[in-house]
């Protein structure tokens, strides 16, 4: 494998950075880890709190079976060890967002183990191949409420939605090296949550967070003392706080100072980390297994379960974009990088093989360019995806796979021409009106009436006369120049392939 | 008619039923007695009007037929059970005030079967404690008396054990006829010893922990005080049941306990384990377990002795097991969201926490968290908790060889009789020590009862524990019905308060 080069120029040579991080993902469930209580996001404040959240007198949790099915997802999407027996364990501090004083965590006994995802090449980020990061556990743990100091003067108030609601912890192995690797590391990771919808993965609105482990080195030499910068909450925050983190520790060394373990806060507004606290007055948690719960055991059938529910996952639909479709790696790549698109392009590719009678791969590419260059461009261009709709999978207020693939039947029917395409989707994009629908009203077809086509041809050859003699003395490139002429005379309905022969013919 | 007050759980059931009498009388006499028995300090909050509603619907239920197991009797109800619209305080200032919006599962199983709340009984401080001198609400006293022949100064106000020591108080003063209690270690069945009355500690899981303010979770268990042995397998099979809402609750079946008691022991063996026989055992504890033995061979049983080999380190592992859930447990109690909150002038979230701590609790609860948190930290885990459950772990199976060689276990519930109040306030460890027979089975998680035995010397009541095998509460009731049939225990404490 080969080695990131990325490198910190430090007075006394190159520094390595070693990266490692914990991802923490809110579960997708509709009750709390341990109590009934909704989860949904954005609630008027604590009205989303059991008795249970609340930490009233003699409660007691209970497991949500479905935030455990979740997570065992998860560990077998990252091809993980399942562990048939694990434990709860409560993690002890006092604060105001904790109303039980503790956390129920798994600290001793975690529900996955050892497991590993793919971050892809990307020659431009410095990551020449695609790289296997380690991931040594995946837990589940209770979030704790919110503060909130901006409602009153003199007071804090405590919002406890979020008390209770269940979260992964995600542990990767100390095996990035460089910002371009932790980032394609977390979008890799929120990619596969939301293939498994074990998470939304909406980073700012705090589902997804990463606490940053990072060390500097010399290349080669043992691991150095690392910090850990909490709760960063987006992609460019997580390689900024590494960029910055890795800059202050190699200049600390370099002056003679000494890294001290601690933990980090990263401050978005300045790009930096600052000190939160040192390992000497870190919290002692007195970690214990929880006596309120029982040991959590699996069977077979119920892993057996979560595995059949899993859908196709992002690098098994990259290699079949690739090896059965025919894409390029860049399509496929793009193409697999959100699971709602992705899924729209598997319907697309279906929908147009039946309305052209021709196999996928054959038409694989034409959906691949009406999703990367049209539909993109068009997002680029006119803003931002409105998501999708939840009843029917298609992009709210865009084209729908129906409209896409009628769209492409055209093309391929030989009634539409590129220019015409392009019209035709630019026309109905934002609409729900059917392509030939469209066609049909503005009288769009293409022509293949050949009097019409020779009679454009005749005229652009008398106007042309000079590039005529030219293109008869072998200046053969000149072909794409009557071809363009002839289309824009006919108003790009003509029939390329119709004006291609009659050219060749006129131009003898 | 005899006064009503007298009669046991069932005689006041199958009376109320044959219309002897009607459950507002009933009622009226119970509520009579606790209100004329305000010396004891046995209740913290009284509930006449509770009792008397349930009273009118028990009337009302006779006349149309549709009685409930419990109709017609009303109990009391220890205050470590949230009862919704009913001040719940663990018999702690820090939750002075508190008024659940919720029912425990055990005491709205009870309420559903008909039963009445007399009132919420007085306990030691978030059940730590066995004398009920950690209250914050004054320490119960036991009705009972040393007898003055001795000159031992019997007119000491005796504590009535703990941590159910309202519950046992109020039963012995026939304040109520029965009552819930919750035991950790030893909390049913010491003060029913030293109160001359019956308790039983069931299985772990039997009855819901839902709504019971945590001590130690994974000991923690309630049960039900009475007079009598057919009360407590009544008082059982009302209290008992799955409940989805506790992860440790036990999904079985309840047995019919009731109708299952039988004290012909014939077939059956006894254990008596050899290393409770301990040196200095006090003499009249030894005599009424001699003749605890010589009941149960009167009732067809066979004894062997068997072999419990860790018993010894049962109580330093309990208390570094139920101080370190408790630690944990009380985390709550912060005053952010109910009960009381110190918040002096100028002070952080941090000075509210200590000062809300520092005036919330008494002084055993504090003792036990810091003990607690010390057995949890980085550095003793191991040496500690680590340690005490491996230790929990052997006594369970020294328990499960026991029961290859033995259907039930016989041995003292405590160690003396009622100590004097304010006798072992001052020795911790003493009043730990008071819990070194009832301890083991708490751990083991196994159903364990206590049963008037005898007197002492001093005149006061003496309890034997019977111990089974896990989810055989049958097997320790009946055993228990024998020794109750042969002791013949009808002392009481003569009415002083």
Known sequence: MTESTYRIAGATGDWEVVIG???????????KLFSGA??????????????????????????????????????????????????????????????????ISQLYHPLVGEGALTIDADEKAGIPEDKVIGIERIHVEQDAGKLMHDQHPTRSYVDLNRSGVALMEIVSRPDMRSPAEAGAYVRKLRAILRYVGSCDGNMEEGSMRADVNVSVRKPGEEFGTRTETKNVNSVRFVMATIE??????VDVLESGGRIVQETR????????????????????????????????ELTDSFIEDCRHSLPELPDAKRRRYVEILGLT???????????????YFDRLVERTSLETGKEASEIAKRCANLLLNDIFGYLNKFGVSQGMDAVTGEPVGLISTAQGAQLIRLVEQGILSGPLYKQVFEAIAATPEMPADYVERHGLKQTSDTGAIDAAIAKILADNEDKVAQYKGGKEALFGFFVGQTMKAMQGKANPGVVNELLKKALG | MSDLTDLTVAQIRDGFRAGDFSAREV????????????????????????????????DKDRAAGTLKPLSGVPIGMKDLFCTQGVQTTAASHMLEGFTPTYESTVSAKLWDAGAGMLGKLNLDQFAMGSSNETSYFGNVISPWRRADANGLGGNAPLAPGGSSGGSSSAIAARLCPAATGTDTGGSIRQPAAFTGISGIKPTYGRCSRWGIIAFASSLDQAGPMARDVRDCAIMLENMAGFDPKDSTSLDMAVPQWEAGLSADMKGKKVGIPKEYRVEGLDADVARVWDAGIAWLKDAGAEIVEVSLPHSKYALPAYYIIAPAEASSNLARYDGVRYGLRELPEGANLQDMYAATRAAGFGAEVKRRIIIGTYVLSAGFYDAYYTQAQKVRTLIARDFAQAFEQCDVILAPTAPSAAFALGDKTADPLAMYLNDVFAVPASLAGLPAMSVPGGLSKDGLPLGLQIIGPAFDEQAVLNAGLAIEERAGFTARAEKWW
């Open chain 1, 38 to 103: 909704a989860t949904a996001f954005g609630a008027e404040p604590n009205s989303q709190v059991s008795l249970v959240d609340a930490a009233m007198p003699g409660m007691l949790p209970v497991p949500n079976k479905e935030c455990i099915r979740q997570a065992v997802r998860t560990g077998l999407a990252i091809n993980a060890q399942i562990n048939k027996w694990s434990r709860f364990d409560r993690k002890n501090y006092f604060y105001a967002d904790l109303p039980q004083g503790y956390q």
């Open chain 2, 27 to 58: 009622a009226e006499a119970f509520n009579a007695n606790v209100a004329a028995a305000k010396a004891l300090n046995a209740f913290i909050v009284e509930t006449p009007e509770h009792a008397l509603a349930a009273a009118g619907q028990a």
């Open chain 1, 244 to 249: 910055y983190e890795a800059r202050r520790q």
């Open chain 1, 329 to 343: 790696a860049y399509q496929a790549g793009e193409l697999t990088a959100e699971v709602d698109w992705a899924i």
């Open chain 1, 21 to 31: 991080l914990e991802v923490h993902a809110q579960v997708v469930s509709q009750a």
């Open chain 1, 265 to 296: 806060l990263f401050n978005p507004d300045t790009g930096t980390t600052r000190s939160m606290r040192s390992k000497e007055d870190a919290h002692d948690y007195r970690y214990f297994p929880d006596p309120d719960l029982l040991p959590l």
